[in-house]
Every structure is written in C-alpha cells, then in structure tokens.
C-alpha cells in the first residue's frame, strides 16, 4: 500500500513538473507553479525559509521521501529503472558501502562555488536544474511539434484550437549538456539504481544526512528474516546490507520497494528506536570501530551545512522597412559590453548569483527573447536577446514563474518603468544614412516614446532623418533592435544595465 501510494504521488509529481516546462503558453504555472518553488535548491536560493523548514522536518519524520515523490531527476531515474528488461533487471543491485568522501567532496565542491559565484557548475549539479533543462532542450521540442501537427490539423477543419509555435535550438551548448546529463543518468541509473542520488547530488547529501535521525524507517525484523537477500538485490539506492541486517538510512529513499519484495514480511516502515538500529543476528556481531568515523563525518557536513546557510544568508542582501520581407532569423547578435537581464532580476550580479539555470523562464517566454547564455562566466543561465521578438512592456511570465527568486515578481506597471538598459545607435548600419532612404521603424514601434526621428543635418529640415534616443526614457525592451531592418546587424541595439533603475 504505502508502495502504490509513493508511486502514484511520484507520477502525479513528475508528470505536472514537466509539463510546467513544456505549456508554452503558462495556463499550468497558475495552478502548479508552487511545484517548482518546492524544490529543495530553489527554496534555498531563493531563502524561502519555510518551505526548506518543512523539507526537513518532513525528512526528519519520514526520510527521503523527497527524492522518491517531489524531486523530477529522481523519479526519471526510477522511470529508466522500470524500463529495463525484468530478466536483466531481476537482481542487478547488491549492497555497496556507502562512498561517503565522494559524497562530501562533491557537497564542499558545491558550496565552493556557490560562494565564489561559480555559477555553472552549481547549475550543473542542481538536480531540479539538470532535469529542466532536460525538459526545456529535449521534451519540448517534441511537444512542441505535436502542438503544431494538432494546429495543422485544427486550421485545415477550420478551428482555431491551437495555434503554431516556432521550434527551434535556442543554445547549442545548452543542449549538449542536457543531452550528455540524460545519457549520464540513465547510464548510472540502469547500471546501479540512485547512484547519482547518493554520490553527486547535494540535495541527496544534505537529505541523506538528516534522514539518518528520521523517526520513520524501514526496519528489518531479524527474527522473521530467512536471509534469501531479496531485499537488497532490487535496493535501487544499494543501502541494504543483508549480512548485518542493517540499512544505511543515509542512501535509503524511502522507495517502499523493500516492504514490497519481502515476502517474509521481515521488513516494515515503523517507528525505529535507537537500540534496534544495531540488532543483529548473534552469528553477525556488530563492529564498533565504525563509530569515530561515522561521528566524524557528521561533524563535517554540519560544519558544510553551516556555511552554505550563512553564505545564502549573506548574499540575499546583497533592406526592408515596416511590413516588408525581412528575415529575423538571419540577423547576428550584437556584443554587449554588458549582458540584458528580465525585468525584476535587480542586476546582473544578483541574477547570477541567484539563477540555477533551469530554463523555466525560458520555456515560458511568449516572445522568444529569453534564451541560455554561451558565455563561459554564465553558460546556461538565460539572457535576452532580440532577434525573434521583444519584451513586451504588458509581459510578466518570466518574473511568475521563477523559483529561486533570481526574477523577482512584479507587475505590468512595475514592468514599464524598470530600465534594464538603453538602446544604441550604430550610424554606419542605419539604413537611413547607408541607402539614403526613409525608415523610422525604431521610433514608431518604441513603445515609452524614447526615440525619436530628426533631421541629420540641423540646418536643413528636408534632410534625412536619423534616431535620436532618449536614454532617461528607454527601458531596453529591444523592440527598435528587433524591427531594425538593417542586416546582419541592426543599426540599433540594446547594451545592458549592471543594475537596473527606475524610469
């Protein structure tokens, strides 16, 4: 019962997950968007003291039970786990001790960077990360093309149901990493079950720590136990250890497949008390030497876990004019000296210091202007960029649906008087002056009225007229970048702010 109960929640969970990463449209954020600020990093990042508060009292009472119902990564591995063949997947785990300086390496590693603003590699390892990207590179693409079959289909019946959405790779570097994490963790999780739970991720680490002071456990009733070894044959987490009768409750995901396969009916999830966490057979006595490491080791991680509370703490102060045939696409990003960061981001620093790089805000974005960073310094974390849209000033999505609170919430009048940078006048690709003709299509479409068309020559009003940007008025939409029509490089960009102001 309690088995069906985690996988039935654990579907529910990852289904509604993954689908806040593919609804183009955030119909779904509305009702589900909570999903994602549950999630144990993005609480923590963005210094939600309650729900991190509620993750590990949750911990303390019933153990990792996170890792097998809230956290995506960890249900995908469950899921390449129960594709296997049942021949092959019969009895390929067996118990390993626990690889506890990997565990702690990779969690001092973490912290590391967090506190250096490393920040792709703490994107990299952050598990709700890793799976939205995941999501966002891989799953949507294939969303997105049934979407567009439907509104093919749709129109041809004369409906307008749905409607079609452009698909296409919006980092390449972005992607790879999404593919090569997909091939990593189905790899280790066919191989050995929750190996990347229980040596890499820092959530497991953290999780797995305090699950050993968890008041419910699976328990093995060594007086009803017939040592057939079933249980720790199909451990994904490989924390059973039958010789002893032990189970490292550290590893343990309270995946209630024990409980399932024992047909002994030796193993319960009950209440454990402190002596019956040693009992063991008479013919297996207990060692003793284990116990100054194990000490050791917790004094370590609260030593870790110290730090990184006190270091999040720290840093939360802290040639066609209008209506012609201009290809979008084709046009080249310009080099901003500084980088454009959403509307409600503050500034540069605080979003990289803040963003995990799940692509959520990228996934939403109606007007395709989010997209991943190829920067070294912030690969993977999103940046505007204008050549298939703008940002519209009446646009919010990205700033509802952020976790970590890189993107801050605010309002449709908030939005357009936040100035995340100004535009910029390149005078040699100006149309107007390189071909002699008429334009104006950065005036006319500047939703806050912040440029303006004048005379180039001030002396003759019948002279060609040039853009004149108004800096104190701009607020970096981008759409003058967007409907320039000069190529490959609009004669008008936005250079971002490093922190943003107020208009």
Request: with cysteine.
């Amino acid at each position: 019962m309690l088995r069906t109960i985690r996988i039935t929640l654990a579907v529910i969970s990852f289904i509604l997950i993954t689908l806040l990463f593919l609804d183009f449209t955030g119909t779904l954020h509305a009702y589900f968007g909570w999903l994602a600020k549950i999630q144990f990093i993005p609480a923590l990042f963005a210094l939600n003291v309650g729900i991190v508060l509620a993750l590990v009292v949750v911990t303390l009472l019933c153990g990792r039970i996170y890792c097998s119902i809230v956290c995506p990564l960890g249900i995908m591995q469950d899921i390449f786990g129960a594709f296997t063949k049942k021949r092959r997947s019969r009895h390929r785990f067996h118990y390993t001790p626990a690889r506890n300086l990997l565990r702690y390496i990779v969690l001092a590693l973490f912290i590391i960077a967090f506190i250096a603003g490393i920040a792709p590699f703490v994107a990299l390892i952050s598990p709700y990360s890793a799976y939205g990207r995941i999501a966002s590179n891989l799953l949507a693409p294939l969303y997105q093309w049934g979407n567009n079959l439907f509104a093919h289909l749709a129109e041809r019946a004369d409906s307008y149901m749905f409607y079609e959405t452009d698909v296409w790779l919006k980092s390449l570097p972005t992607f790879i990493i999404a593919v090569v994490t997909l091939v990593v963790i189905a790899f280790l999780a066919l191989r050995g079950g929750r190996t990347y739970c229980n040596t890499i991720c820092p959530v497991g680490t953290v999780l797995g720590f305090l699950s050993r002071f968890s008041l419910l456990k699976p328990a093995i009733d060594t007086s009803k136990c017939n040592g057939c070894k079933t249980c720790a044959r199909k451990c994904k987490a490989a924390c059973i250890n039958p010789e002893a009768h032990e189970i490292d409750y550290s590893r343990c995901v309270a995946c209630m497949d024990c409980l399932n396969d024992c047909r002994q009916g030796a193993i319960s999830y009950t209440i454990r008390k402190k002596a019956a966490v040693h009992a063991a057979p008479a013919s297996t006595p207990m060692p003793t030497a284990t116990t100054k490491p194990a000490d050791a080791a917790r004094r370590s991680f609260l030593t870790l876990s110290a730090a990184v509370a006190a270091t999040a703490a720290l840093k939360a102060q802290e040639d066609a004019l209008e209506g012609g045939l201009a290809t979008i696409e084709e046009k080249k990003i310009p080099k901003r000296a500084t980088p454009v960061t959403p509307p409600g981001s503050v500034s540069a620093r605080n979003f990289a210091r803040h963003c995990t790089a799940c692509q959520l805000c990228v996934s939403v974005c109606p007007n395709q202007v989010l997209r991943p960073s190829t920067d070294l310094a912030r690969l993977m974390q999103p940046e505007m960029s204008y050549e298939r849209g703008y940002c519209r000033p009446e646009c919010t999505r990205c700033s509802q649906v952020c976790p970590t609170g890189a993107i801050r919430k605010i309002d449709r009048a908030e939005k357009s008087s936040i100035q995340i940078g100004h535009a910029v006048w390149i005078k040699d690709n100006c149309v107007c002056i390189t071909k002699g003709v008429k334009c104006g299509n950065c005036a006319r479409h500047c939703p806050t009225g912040a440029i303006q068309m004048v005379p180039s020559n001030p002396h003759d009003e019948e002279s060609i007229r040039i853009p004149v940007v108004n800096t104190e008025r701009c607020i970096g939409c981008g759409a003058c970048e967007n409907l320039c029509p000069a190529h490959p490089f609009s004669a008008i960009y936005v250079e971002g702010h490093e922190a943003h102001r107020t208009v």
